[in-house]
């Protein structure tokens, strides 16, 4: 829906910033509008599709120009094709913004992925528990299920 829109501009170049910013717009319904550079464009979506979840997506390159070109699909659809295939020039977003009671949720896996990640790193399992949780906005339960989830499907 176009109908309420809210232009962000660039997002941080420091990908924490970035990640964090994005955070914030997690639940806003509104359609999200961004520049973004042809040099951090894969990153870009793929840090979206991780924080935002699976929202559909275009990518439009070179807009009222000789070669304009406008993609479509889901933000990781649109981070696969820009792997495979880089776009160059001024790029312009168009996010869809969460619906109703939608809020991007990482799947078990990522979820897991990042808590063993941190527990590797030092991090206590409590307190890695909480970080993913906060970070992704889902209850610390869901994070502890991950894990046990993975380990069981390890074995």
């Given amino acids: 829906p176009t109908g309420r829109f809210t232009f962000e501009g660039f997002l941080p170049r420091k990908a924490g910033e970035r990640k964090r910013h994005l955070s914030w717009l997690v639940d806003d319904p509104r359609t999200l509008v961004f520049y973004a550079s042809p ?7 793929a840090e979206m599709a991780e924080v935002l979840g699976p929202r559909r997506a275009a990518l439009a ?20 094709g820009v792997r495979s295939d880089p776009p160059r020039g001024e790029i312009v977003l168009v996010v869809e913004g969460a619906i109703g009671e939608h809020r991007a949720e990482a799947p078990a896996e990522e979820l897991a992925r990042r808590a ?15 970080r993913v949780a906060k970070e992704t906005g889902v209850p610390r339960r ?5 894990l046990l989830e993975d380990r069981n499907d390890s074995d």
């Fill in 61 to 80: 390159r070179e807009l009222t120009k000789l070669h304009e070109e406008i993609r479509r699909g889901r933000l990781d659809e649109l981070a696969a």
């Fill in 39 to 45: 040099h951090r464009i894969e990153q870009t979506l």
């Fill in 116 to 130: 063993r990640a941190l527990m590797e790193e030092g991090v206590e399992r409590r307190e890695a528990l909480s």
């Fill in 142 to 146: 869901r994070v502890f299920d991950a």
